[in-house]
């Protein structure tokens, strides 16, 4: 999309096919330039690795810029360490937003990167993230190591090594705790990893923290982003769909409660300047790391929202939506069996009515939590627990109900999962199987629960009503139509045409009033019917 400084081109262009065998950036010179130019964007799609220093740095490090002959560029930090390479202690290039392919890619690697975030190796080891992704051992190891330039091992280090950071930073827990809940099998390698990666022991890394905790039990981390971030806009979101419970929305802070592998949780989110202020509250602090990142995914927070805007600012009818909210983000979700169960309670009612039929079944079979938090109560239903509740407790139609307690029968068996690892055609072709769910739930789940950023619902009434507000054909064939110009961001389009529709409808002679209806806000826009 244009130029840095007339030099480079951004956003950086770091597909398969520009990697070498390592996990070396193949366009060197292109990466030197976005060096040169400091801009923090290119932060998180690469690292720079010099090698008169042995460090390797974020793209916009202070520090000088080295020479071109002594620098090479990796596409993970892993990468650059397995090379001998350490931690720049100035810039601290593990603390940078992730990289925005794993956003798009559905691929087995980008599937695999999004496990290891979640610490899928930390709970079952190599051979379960293998298992879960249809691979061999060896077969995983080799596709890692050719295009990240590390295995599965070495990528999961990186990640204990960045949460044991946060933990020796922001708590007063020992370094024996730090190291067991941050993943490490011994405190010996927990000590030998933080030394090898951050250069310093975990003594000194504790005496140069810049603040006391917040308090006991409690760690507090800053999501950083990539600018613009419409932190309104996302936040509204979820605040508007705020199940009584399990979640709270006071105008300022977002909370909810966590279901984690080991636990559960509370999170509390509010933007600040230059990142999210995250406060975790955890019952085990070995879900620290899948807290984090599953958070990241619900605020969207990896995402490049230059080149996002750049694809639809670039159609005329679109563009006064990107305009008027700059770095918009596609909200996902902490859950993928509890989005899915409360878009199927929301099938064909008021986000309202689905709210409170969300809130009725936290009540009835939800888990009392053992450390709860004024209106956080609750974790949510486990799938087994809806599937096994009697019909008449639930408040809806005998369809609905056979589609709901049906689907959370085949989540507990274990024949469906939705998480961030799912295959997304596997999925939808297993979910579209069960009575009750078509197009626009999968379509949907697809969006929220798995993050992908290329879904689109031309059945969907609210589209219908936004692509009329804006000038284009609101019937499925016009919507598909227009959509083909989004590719492959077409979910911020989508949420760009439902955010739009909260403001007031402009002017126009013979407009038609139902046009200025906020169906975002008051009316479900699922209006798929249930078989």
């Not at 009575?435 to 589209?463: C, E, K, N, Q």
Request: hydrophobic letters at 40%; charged letters at 20%; aromatic letters at 6%.
């Amino acid at each position: 999309m244009g130029e840095v400084e007339g030099r480079v081109r951004f956003p950086l262009v770091v597909a398969t096919a520009t990697r070498q065998t390592g996990g070396v950036i193949e366009d060197q010179e292109q990466c030197y330039r976005a060096v040169s130019s400091r801009d923090s964007r290119f932060d998180g799609w690469f690292v720079t690795a010099v090698r008169t220093t042995g460090i390797y740095c974020r793209p916009s490090c202070p520090a000088i810029t080295p020479k071109r002959a002594n620098v090479s560029f990796f596409a993970t930090s892993a990468a650059a360490q397995r090379q001998g390479y350490r931690a720049c202690k100035r810039c601290r290039p593990n603390a940078t937003p992730g990289s925005p392919e794993w956003n798009v890619r559905a691929d087995v690697v980008g599937r695999a990167m999004r496990l290891i975030a979640d610490g899928v190796v930390d709970r079952a080891g190599v051979t379960g993230l293998a298992e879960r992704l249809g691979y061999s051992d060896r077969q995983l190891n080799r596709l890692l190591t050719t295009e990240m330039g590390a295995g599965p091992l070495a990528l999961a280090r990186m990640q204990r090594a960045q949460t044991s950071r946060l933990l020796i930073e922001t708590t007063t827990m020992s370094f024996t705790d730090v190291a067991f809940a941050a993943g490490f099998s011994s405190v010996r390698q927990f000590n030998e990893t933080v030394r090898e990666v951050f250069a310093v022991s975990p003594s000194e890394l504790r005496s140069r923290r810049g603040r006391e905790p917040v308090g006991p039990g409690v760690v507090t981390v800053q999501l950083a982003y990539r600018k613009p971030f419409d932190a309104d806009g996302i936040f509204g979101f979820l605040g508007m769909r705020a199940v009584p419970g399990i979640e709270s929305w006071d105008g300022t802070t977002y909370s909810r409660v966590l279901s984690l592998p080991n636990g559960d949780g509370i999170v509390s989110l509010r933007n600040r300047a230059e990142a999210v202020h995250c406060e975790l509250r955890l019952d085990d602090w070995r879900d620290l790391q899948a807290a984090v990142q599953r958070c990241r995914r619900m605020l969207d927070l990896d995402a490049d929202p230059v080149a996002i805007d750049s694809v639809l600012g670039a159609d005329p009818s679109l563009a006064p939506l990107v305009a008027r909210r700059p770095g918009l983000r596609s909200p996902s979700h902490v859950d993928g069996s509890e989005l899915a169960v409360r878009a199927v309670l929301g099938q064909q009612v008021s986000v309202i009515g689905a709210r409170t039929l969300a809130g009725r079944l936290v009540q009835a079979v939800g888990e009392p939590l053992l450390h709860p938090m004024g209106p956080l109560t609750h974790a949510f239903p486990t799938a087994a627990a809806i599937a096994e509740l009697d019909p008449a407790q639930l408040a809806m139609p005998k369809s609905r109900r056979r589609a709901l307690q049906g689907m959370c029968a085949a989540i507990a068996a274990g024949d469906i999962v939705i998480d961030a690892g799912a295959d997304r055609d596997d999925l939808a072709a297993r979910m579209l199987a069960l009575p009750g769910i078509g197009p626009w739930t999968m379509s949907y789940i697809s969006m929220r629960a798995l993050a992908d950023p290329d879904v689109f619902l031309p059945t969907d009434l609210g589209v219908r009503h936004g692509l009329e507000r804006i000038g284009l054909d609101g019937s499925p064939a016009g919507a598909s139509a227009a959509s083909a110009a989004w590719r492959p961001w077409r979910s911020y389009a989508l949420h760009h045409l439902w955010a739009n529709l909260s403001e007031p409808a402009p002017p126009a002679p013979n407009t038609n009033t139902n046009t200025n209806t906020n169906t975002n806000t008051n009316t479900n826009t699922n209006k798929e019917t249930v078989r």
